[in-house]
Structure formats: structure tokens, C-alpha cells
């Protein structure tokens, strides 16, 4: 026999009660008034001794009933043993295991490792687990559509082979991109019969979980109703970081080496208790010592300081002071800002403001790293072959095929050009050099009806063009208006000219068409006053650099990148080498080569080589892996996901059992005999001690 609630059995003690009240003699049996004693205050009678039991029955009749009601309130039950020794059903679970670069802090591998260990030893012989990793990607290790012969036990014992070779890397957090593929990797599988789709579905992030973790994107996620999310935030025994990067130094000096003067800006998160730190230059070998500098930042602030002249050898500067050094070194490459120039060929305007390059000459269109320099020519004039020639901006008006050949020509060979259709261009010779610019046939031109204006009905903010607009806030378009635009038509399906702007005619405002290694542009309106609004808005100068440079830098002349950043190899004719700065060459683990492009994993300074030429760059942490100030895990609930705690083998053997014993002690509801037990003995208790009050009582006398 078991008890449901064992600690209401405590209430038989109250036994006791009946015994002390029958030891106590309230009074005696017969009483007699004196004179002599009716002035004296009466004594109630005491314990001792002297006293003894009366009316054994009654006493064991009262002691039986409080026993009977406190055994029911325990709610017993009669043990079955077939029916409590059933098997717990076996469960899906899913590990989702960070191996950021913010985990690579030793205190806190350890312990995310030691929880991944400890999570597949509390599991039942029945759960079937898999095991995913996630940086910048999802990699992985034990997938969750293995082969439905793999049983629950391999798949334990391949994680727990597993989790002693994984290693954290580099690269930064995205959680929220991982835990939606594993959230559609595990409902695909329960779908398609992989997994058991009756059973339950458990995923369990194990993460430092840190401020720049990116869960942004799971707004508007429609989380599965059957899958339930155990976070296990990993906490480092020592809180807080800081971080140092550098800044360039003022544009205005128009000096083309801004490799010095360098300033440092040291970022000091909201919850570390650090707030004096040492910045000291260094070379691979150690540290400079006397370069030391010391700079106070509260939790939470930024500094910029300049950083003493570099001593000869140094390629890095060193922050030290702070509870990870992970990301204190700052690798500092020669930077030289490259000069490029982009022609203007268009067609003269009595009025300035009417000339294509009146705003192009205007606009702000240089950077840290390029000086650019728009100058007019004409198609005699152009030299195509100059290595400072980035872009080509034309109105193809009166320009030949020849020339639009040769325009292409310097497109395939990385080359930026832009077609501008300012004005009228209904002519058979503008036709004929947008096709052969293009290397198609079937373009035709004609001009659009316009009824006051034409705004812009459809954008592609996916496009590196425009995503500088995809927030809301900056992507209203309905102040730019267009007096007057042409109308583009292709008859081939199968064009290279992709239209990534529209009207809301549905005629395109902006095609692109890659040629080789460069782009060609068409503009099908002009941004001068008397054809559109685009030259006076603010959005003009972003378009203009997104045509110019859709990476949002200039990839050939940066010289520092973080760690998954693609690095182009496009400026090398021949194939590239990876070399450290020691001279050693780079493993193949740890550059990935891609399509005129090359990815590092690890940070430090390189070096690229093809032939004769080269050049060094460094590679840092990423910054967002800096930002280690620690979430709450109550965040995911904001975005719909169902949270709860992965209950271990013991812990739902236990929880288990306890139902079956509420289901078994339901069934038998012995507690309602025991009442009814009670409810008897206390009516015989009754009436026996009546009775014996009846036979003791004495008559009084005065």
C-alpha cells in the first residue's frame, strides 16, 4: 500500500488530544456546597501522577476516528505493480549549439559543453536526439533526419562522441536564423515520417545568449504549436567587456595614406565592472611596452583617443584590462585611399542645372578609402583604357554602336556603366546601342505618357541598390516624381536586363544587366530638375553609390575585414595564394574561396598574393560578438515561442509514476471507506458515551 499525500498521515497525531482530555479530571463527580468554603475560588484539577485512564473504549474509539480521517486525507491506494511499471514514451529532441566567437571564452565553452553532456545523460533509453551548430549558419553533426534504422541509442551515443569535438570558431551569432531551420528541419521530418510525429518535439538552445545574438528576424516567425524551446543560457564567471576598434583618420587632410594618424574607439559594455584599460601597440611576437597607454571608460560609454605613433614592426594594437581577451587585438593594415575617376559623356544644356553632371559633380561620392572625380568627356576623348576609370556615365544619344561595343568591353572587364535616358530618345540609333551594349536584340525605346507625374510603384529593397531603404522608416518614394520617363520594352525572355525599380505604370526606372566583372545600368529617366525630383532628394547620392559600388564599400582598396566577410580577389588576373604574416600559408579549414572572393574564419593579418602583385589586410573579431551583455530568455516569448524545461530520465520517471498513482488511487478511492469508517466509528463513540454518561451521573445536593 502507498499514501498520494503522505505528509496528511501527520494529522494522526492529534491522537494525543483524546488522550491528555482523558487524563484530566475536570471536575469531581459529585459536589457538595459548604459555608465555610463558599468565599474560597475554586481549583481546576491537575495532570498527575495520580491519574488515570477512564473508559478505555471510548478513548480507542476517538483515537480510531481521528486515525481513519488523517489515513484519508493521505488518500492510500493498493499497490499494482503491472500497472506503475509501464515504459516512458521516447521523445524527439533537437540541440542547438552556439559556436560563435563569443563563446570562445574558456569559462564559458566549458560550462556549454559540460551542459550538452549532462543533457544527453539525463535522457531515457527511448529519446532519439540530433545535433546542430550555429554561427553565422546551421551546420549539421547529428542530423535529424537520419536513417529511420538509426536507433534511439546510436543517436545518444553519436552526440555524446560529438560533443567532445566540437570547437567554437569565429564567426558571428545567428540564432534567430538557426532556430528557425531547425524549427522547420524538425517539423519537415515529423511530416515526412522521419521522426515519430506523435511524440513530443523538444529543441534546446545551449548559448551565451548576448546582447547582438540577432533575434530580430523571428518577429512574424510562425513557431510550431509542437515544438517547445529550452533555453540554456550559459553565464561567464566574469561579467562585462570591452572592445577597441579603429577609426580612420579626417577626410578633409585629403592625405592618400590615412594609416596615420589612427584613433582608437574603445566601447565598454553597459555590466562590466572594468573601467580603466591599457592600449599598447605590438608586433606577432608580444607586446610593445612602452607604448602603453592608459584610458578610462565608464560601463556603457565610448572613448576615441589617438593612439601614440606606430613603432616600427607593429601590425596590431592590444586593449588589455577587461574579463575577455578574445577580441582585445586590433590588427592594423596599410590603408591607402585609391583614386578613381568616372566620365560623363552627355549632351550639352544651355541652362547648368539641365547637364547630367551639374548634381554628379556635386554629389559627395567620396570615402574613407576612395577619392572620385567626375570629369566630362566625349567619345573621341575617352580613353577606356585608363586604370583609374571606374564608370562610364553616357545619354546614349547620338553615340554609335562602336563605341557601345567598346563600353562593353570595359564592363566585362570590371567596369561600372550607366545608360541615362534623360531626355527623348526615340531614335533607331539609341535602340541599336542599347543592344549591343547589352549583347541582345528586341530593345525598344518610346516615351511614356505622363499625366503630370509618374511616381514609383514597385522596388526590390532586397537589392544592394535599395536595401539601404528597406527600413520603414526611409522607404517612402512618393516626394520623388518623375515629369517624364521613357518606356523600355525587351521581346526576349531571356534578357540580362533585370528590372529592380518601377513605376507605377509598371514601366522600369532602373535595369541592371551584368556583363563580365562589371555592371551596366540603365536609367529610363533623367535626375535633373526638368525631368524628375531624384537629383533634389536625399535618396539620390545612395542610389548613386549603390550603381557605383553595390557593396557599400570599395572592395580594392580596403585593407580590414571581419571574420566571414567575403574578401574580393576580382583586382588579381590570375588565381590567388593565402599567406599568414609569418609567411605561412593559410589552411585550407580556414579560407574558403568562392566566386572572385575569398572568405576567412580566423582573424589576423594576411596576405594575398598572384605573380608579382600583393597585398596585406587584416581580419578582425566580429564587432556584434563584442556586445556581451547577457539577454533574457523571456525575449522568445515575445516572439511566440513556447518555452519549457527538458525534464531528464529520473525527473519524468518520477512525474510519471506520480500520475499513475493519482490515476490508480482515483480508481480505487479508498479515502471515501475510510470517511465513511470514521463517520461509524465516531456515531458508536457517541452513543456509548452517553450511555456512560448516564450510569455516572450523581444526584446534587445543596
Known sequence: MGLLAPLYALAALAIVGPIVFHLIQRQPRGKMQFSSLMFLRPSPPRLTRRSRLDNWLLLLLR???????????????????????S?????????????????????????????????????SPEDRIALYTVDE????????????????AMTVQAVKTAASELAPTWKKTRLAEGLRTVADLMNTAALTGKIDAGAEHEIVLISDLHAESSLESLQGFPWPESIRLDVRQIAPADVGNARASL??????????????????????????????????????????????????????QVRVLPVTPRPSGATRLVLSGDAWSGDNTVYVAETIRGMERIALIGADQPRDEENLGY????????????????????????????????????EPAGVDEGFAGRLRAFADAGGTVIVCLARNTETQQSTAFLNTLTGQTGIEL??????????????????????????????DFSKLRFWSHRVLRIESDASPLKAIASFDDRNPLLLEAPVGKGMIWVLTAGWQPSSSTLALSSKFIPILMGMLDPSGQSLAEQRSYEVGEAISTREFAQDVELFHEDGREVA?????????????????????????????????????????LPLDTDIFEQYGIKLGKLAGDVERTEAMRQLQVEELE?????????????????????????????????????
Open 63 to 85: 483515537a480510531l476516528a481521528i486515525g481513519l480521517i488523517a489515513f484519508a486525507f493521505a488518500r492510500p491506494y493498493l499497490r499494482q505493480e503491472s500497472f506503475l511499471n
Open 87 to 123: 515504459t516512458l514514451p521516447g521523445r524527439n529532441i533537437l540541440v542547438l549549439f552556439d559556436t560563435s566567437a563569443s563563446m570562445q571564452r574558456e569559462d564559458v565553452w566549458t560550462a556549454a559543453v559540460k551542459s550538452l553532456q549532462e543533457l544527453v545523460d539525463s535522457l
Open 137 to 152: 549558419s546551421v551546420v549539421p553533426v547529428v542530423p535529424i533526419d537520419a536513417e529511420p534504422a538509426t536507433t534511439a
Open 247 to 300: 577609426m580612420l583618420a579626417d577626410e578633409e587632410t585629403g592625405a592618400d595614406n590615412i594609416d596615420s594618424p589612427i584613433k582608437l574607439r574603445v566601447e565598454n559594455n553597459a555590466n562590466s565592472p572594468q573601467q580603466t584599460f591599457q592600449i599598447m601597440w605590438a608586433n606577432r611576437t608580444g607586446p610593445i611596452t612602452e607604448s602603453s597607454t592608459t584610458v578610462q571608460v565608464p560601463a556603457g
Open 359 to 394: 548634381f554628379l559633380k556635386k554629389a559627395p561620392l567620396d570615402t574613407s578609402l576612395v577619392r572620385r572625380e567626375v570629369f566630362d568627356s566625349s567619345v573621341e576623348q575617352l580613353d577606356l583604357s585608363d586604370p583609374q576609370l571606374e564608370a562610364v556615365v553616357i
Open 446 to 475: 518610346s516615351e511614356a505618357d505622363v499625366d503630370n507625374f509618374a511616381l514609383l510603384g514597385a522596388i526590390d529593397y532586397r537589392h544592394p541598390v535599395f536595401a539601404p531603404f528597406a527600413d520603414p522608416r526611409f522607404n
Open 588 to 628: 585550407s579549414t580556414t579560407a574558403e574561396f568562392r566566386n572572385e572572393s575569398v572568405t576567412l574564419f580566423e582573424p589576423g593579418m594576411y596576405r594575398m598574393q598572384a605573380g608579382e602583385e600583393n597585398r596585406t589586410f587584416a581580419v578582425q573579431v566580429p564587432a556584434s560578438e563584442s556586445q556581451l
Open 666 to 702: 482515483g480508481k480505487q478511492r479508498l479515502w471515501q471507506w475510510l470517511i465513511v469508517g470514521s463517520i461509524a466509528v465516531l456515531g458508536v463513540e457517541t452513543l456509548l458515551g452517553g450511555i456512560f454518561a448516564r450510569r455516572l451521573r450523581v444526584p446534587q445536593t445543596t
